[in-house]
């Protein structure tokens, strides 16, 4: 069976397998989470930056100006392309494991990865698919999935403002996409920080490691549905902090962007 010839977002296996509020934006330069998920020791030995030097020597800038092009349409795409990169590689995450950033968040379908209700507000999946086909215009069949996204990511952050890191690549594209394997791998917006902190141990990833990949959704949009319940709206309509743990400052902060952002959209209600 073959993958690598398909559209990445079209993809289609032959196993039995089993609306989100508007957002604001905030900005941060989480390049740590790309030398995290991107090292090799995620995934085979053979992983290489010069992995495709023979067989698609321009790949790394034909994703690049695909990536720049789409993000000039649409600047949100940024955030979208690094936290689609995030909820691919921590599926089934092990250092000794293939599985984990091998695109299987990609694959559509009942019962995949991507039907999860944790992965149901991804987005830059058609960012993906399009750097993909004009990678293969270039050199059909030869370019994963898995690395275009990596790239696309990479490219992400050095587009935001970011460094562009060196990122491994040789990654096969995985043949296993199951919903079911979404939950126990995935850090929820409720988890205290020694539920976050066990989930990333278990997955040989340091204190230092959960700092980085969680600041890295700061780049990019963030649902109000997220943190609204650590706010409530006074007598006067106005939010008002109810977390006491949350810093004043930030929380400050916060309520400006929800407020520019019913500004535009009155619509938007963050407290249902």
């Known amino acids: 069976m073959t993958l690598l010839r398909a559209p990445c977002v079209r993809l289609s296996l032959s196993l039995s397998l089993t609306p989100s509020m508007d957002s604001f934006y905030t900005l941060a330069l989480p390049f740590l989470f ?4 991107c090292s090799p020791y995620l995934s085979s ?10 067989s698609c020597p321009n790949v790394e800038l034909l994703v690049r100006d695909s990536v720049r092009s789409a993000s000039n349409a649409d600047p949100s795409l940024l955030g979208k392309l690094l936290r689609l990169l995030f909820h691919d590689c921590i599926v089934e995450f092990l250092p000794v ?20 209700p944790a992965n149901l507000s991804l987005g830059g999946f058609e960012a993906v698919d399009a750097a993909k086909k004009l990678v293969d215009l270039f050199c059909p069949g030869i370019v994963s999935c898995a690395d275009v996204l990596v790239l ?20 096969r594209d995985g043949r296993v996409s199951l919903a079911s394997n979404v939950r126990p791998n995935m850090v929820d917006t409720s988890f205290s920080l020694d539920e976050m902190a066990h989930l990333f141990s278990a997955k040989g990833l340091s204190m230092e490691d959960l700092i980085a ?5 700061t780049i ?53």
């Open 34 to 37: 790309l030398f995290i998920l």
């Open 97 to 116: 494991s293939l599985q984990g950033c091998d695109a299987s968040v990609l694959v559509a379908g009942n019962g995949t990865e991507r039907s999860d």
């Open 213 to 217: 990949l969680s600041g890295a959704h």
């Open 45 to 54: 030995s053979q992983l290489s930056p010069s992995f495709y030097a023979l």
């Open 220 to 272: 990019g949009s963030a649902h109000c549905s997220a943190f609204s319940e650590r706010f409530k709206e006074d007598a006067n309509g106005n939010l008002v902090p109810i977390d006491g743990s949350i810093e004043e400052n930030y929380a400050m902060e916060l309520i400006k962007s929800v407020r520019l952002m019913q500004a535009r959209r009155p619509q938007l209600r963050m407290i249902q």
């Open 152 to 171: 696309a990511a990479r490219d992400a952050v050095a587009i935001a403002g970011g460094p562009s890191v060196e990122v491994p690549l040789g990654r």
